[in-house]
């Protein structure tokens, strides 16, 4: 194919930095730069745009099938579908295409294809290799994939091309012994790609065919080869940031399915990444896009800390129908590997409309959220499954039944909320809700439960969670920092560590420098600002914080709870801590694990006392008169203190002494008594 001009590739151009109709010279010295480059798809029916040209089934041993073209249930455009009526007897059941030429020089094939299963089946790739003369070679297999039933999944497969292959067949068959197709069965699939790769690649570039962006058929339409320039450095180049509304992605804020447009956007923008900028607007999806992946910005205008009603200055992605994991950012738990940058969404309201289970969810690696809305999921709101995200600045509202932030997965370590408001998480979740990780950081944060002031049931504000359940190898939390938050109005504990079984472990967790408050309409003597429910604890340092109930008749129960679950209480401390209205410091039927070690928290005191476990001041102890030797004045902490420090701040202070001291008091005895004048003390007091 002979790229002439602009206006020969497919796709109307919108007037962003459009730059003519340049020529092939043009095209070539983008080609040569290494900004675009050609493919080519060897698939002649790839999306089923007319009919099933080039397609037959594979029943299997025994199996009988049906074979439809139907719109696409889960995008827009078509797709072939397969069905049994009756099962087959052995595994190897699918659909085939017509074998196709290997490109001059290719040394290496790769596929891919959106599937769609009625029942959970093993699927997989299959290439088979024969010679210019017809004779068979060999098959190569991909390693079958579980692929869940009504879940949609995109299938890769490369392998490296035979010496004497001529051309090569490419079958989706199911590729269990124990999960053989039964009457009854169907698979959807479309957007089928098959291209020459490198000799290193895994899996095939974005998929297209002649109707996407800057692409076009060989022949007839939606029956030949598609060759297209791989376009995101182009777009990136020439343009700058590419409008949602550009003629090339069809974004509209009046159409009732978005996804097709983002689709779009996303394919113009993987190859070289660049940024999609959403003007303002509510864009409502009925279906669920693709992943935004590793380069890509998805930027809008702003957000409005409120419910996305108000739209005429927000740029807003609104779920119009139930999905699961509505946006989603990395194309897989493995993408942006070391090197490589991650997907980032900014200055944009995602609403889920209480219709997905998540809202949005982060897979791989370096994945960013900067001064994001994300609003209202069934179960959350942010799903982080994936390494080294960054959330900066934003509101995640959930404002359902589960968590405003889960954090879990395999390997999910590294990652960073920072400066969000975290508000209307639901009465079996958390404000963030770290299951079995670590190296998690949470600071200068404002976390509270309910809206206006009026708090509600929740498990906890920030709850690290370790189980043996689902992850027999991985029952630790450990390396967190929460630090400089504000932690407010929940009807549950502000801070909750939790080992559900005696083999969990959660260490090394430092909480310091945040601010708790408990609301009005809290119950009296209920709740506690840490509460520490089984497992093996160690490493645990909580100080300075300040912490206080709401009056004499809304007062914490305690600082910290500690109930009979948990195993142990090694290697913490508790330093600095100050606040009031708490009816205890420490309860629980496990409060003696709070020994004299780890600060001596075993202690019980009346509501109105302060809870300090350091104290600072400066203090005058009255005249030295040249006889007297032992001095001494009351401390504020809670318990005998561990270490007292204190400094002369007069001459008559200045002479050898000893310190000793109990629940109440500092005592100081002098080895001989001091000169007549004032003595006075800067001291520093801690349990």
């Avoid at 797709?79 to 290997?102: H, N, R």
């Avoid at 889960?406 to 404000?431: E, S, Y």
Wanted: with cysteine; proline share 4%; aromatic share 8%.
């Amino acid at each position: 194919m002979t790229w002439k001009r602009k206006a020969d590739l497919k796709g109307p151009q919108g007037k962003q930095g459009d730059p003519g109709d340049p020529s092939a010279a043009v095209f070539s010295a983008f080609q040569s730069a290494g900004i675009a480059s050609l493919r080519t798809n060897l698939i002649q029916n790839p999306a089923f745009g007319v009919d099933l040209t080039g397609w037959k089934t594979v029943a299997g041993t025994g199996g009988v099938t049906t074979f439809t073209r139907q719109a696409c249930t889960f995008q827009a455009g078509y797709s072939a579908k397969i069905t049994w009526t009756t099962g087959p007897t052995a595994q190897g059941g699918g659909v085939a295409y017509d074998a196709q030429p290997i490109p001059a020089g290719a040394t290496r094939m790769a596929a891919s294809a959106k599937v769609k299963l009625s029942a959970t089946r093993k699927v997989r790739f299959s290439f088979q290799w024969r010679t210019s003369a017809g004779a068979y070679i060999s098959d190569t297999f991909t390693t079958a994939t579980t692929v869940v039933a009504g879940t949609v999944t995109l299938l890769t497969f490369a392998a490296n091309v035979p010496a004497t292959a001529a051309t090569v067949q490419v079958s989706i068959l199911e590729a269990g012994a124990d999960t053989l197709w039964a009457a009854g069965d169907s698979m959807e699939y479309t957007n089928v790609l098959l291209e020459s790769v490198a000799s290193t690649a895994v899996a095939p570039g974005p998929y297209f065919d002649g109707s996407s962006p800057l692409a076009a058929w060989a022949g007839t339409n939606n029956a030949s080869i598609s060759q297209g320039l791989s376009v995101g450095g182009y777009v990136r180049v020439i343009e700058g940031p590419l409008s949602f509304l550009d003629g090339r992605v069809g974004g509209d804020a009046s159409s009732t399915d978005n996804a097709a447009a983002f689709n779009k956007a996303m394919a113009l923008l993987a190859p070289a990444g660049g940024e999609l900028f959403v003007p303002p607007g509510i864009y409502k999806f009925a279906t669920r896009p693709d992943n935004v992946p590793g380069g890509v910005w998805v930027r809008g205008t702003g957000y409005d800390y409120a419910i996305p009603g108000r739209a005429a200055r927000m740029s807003v992605f609104q779920a119009a129908a139930a999905m699961d994991n509505f946006i989603r950012l990395g194309l897989s738990a493995t993408s942006n590997s070391a090197g490589q940058t991650g997907a980032s969404l900014a200055e944009i309201i995602i609403d889920g409309n209480n219709l997905p289970d998540t809202v949005v969810q982060t897979l791989g690696r370096r994945n960013n959220l900067q001064n994001v809305q994300i609003q209202s999921g069934k179960v959350r709101a942010l799903h982080v499954a994936g390494q080294n995200m960054r959330l900066v600045g934003g509101v995640v509202h959930q404002d359902n039944v589960g968590d405003c932030i889960l954090v879990d997965g395999a390997g999910v370590i590294d990652n960073k909320i920072w400066d969000a408001q975290i508000r209307g998480m639901g009465t079996v979740g958390a404000g963030v809700h770290l299951v079995n990780g670590g190296n998690l950081d949470v600071e200068r944060n404002h976390l509270w439960a309910g809206g206006n002031g009026v708090p509600h049931d929740a498990v906890a504000l920030i709850w690290l969670e370790a189980t043996t359940a689902g992850a027999t190898t991985n029952n630790v939390v450990g390396q967190i920092l929460i630090d400089g938050n504000t932690i407010e109005g929940v009807l549950g504990a502000e801070i909750m560590l939790q080992g559900r079984d005696t083999a969990s472990i959660i260490r090394n967790v430092v909480v310091a420098n945040n601010r708790f408050y408990q609301n009005n309409d809290a119950p009296d003597d209920l709740y506690s600002v840490l509460a520490l429910r089984g497992g093996q604890i160690s490493g645990l340092a909580v100080g300075p914080n300040m912490f206080g109930g709401s009056g004499a008749t809304a007062m914490y129960r305690s600082f910290v709870d500690i109930d009979a679950d948990v195993v142990s209480l090694k290697r913490s401390s508790f330093n600095g801590n100050v606040g009031h209205y708490a009816r205890k410091w420490a309860s629980g039927a496990n409060a003696a694990l709070l020994t004299v070690d780890q600060v001596g928290m075993n202690h019980t005191n009346n509501g109105a006392a302060d809870l300090r476990t350091r104290d600072i001041g400066r203090v005058d102890l009255g005249m030295a008169d040249g006889v007297k030797t032992t001095f001494s004045f009351n401390h504020r902490l809670v318990t005998s203190p561990a270490s007292v420090r204190l400094t002369a701040a007069s001459p008559a202070a200045a002479g050898p002494h000893y310190v000793v001291s109990d629940a109440s008091q500092i005592i100081i005895t002098f080895t001989t008594p001091p000169a007549p004048g004032s003595v006075r003390f800067d001291y520093e007091a801690n349990c």
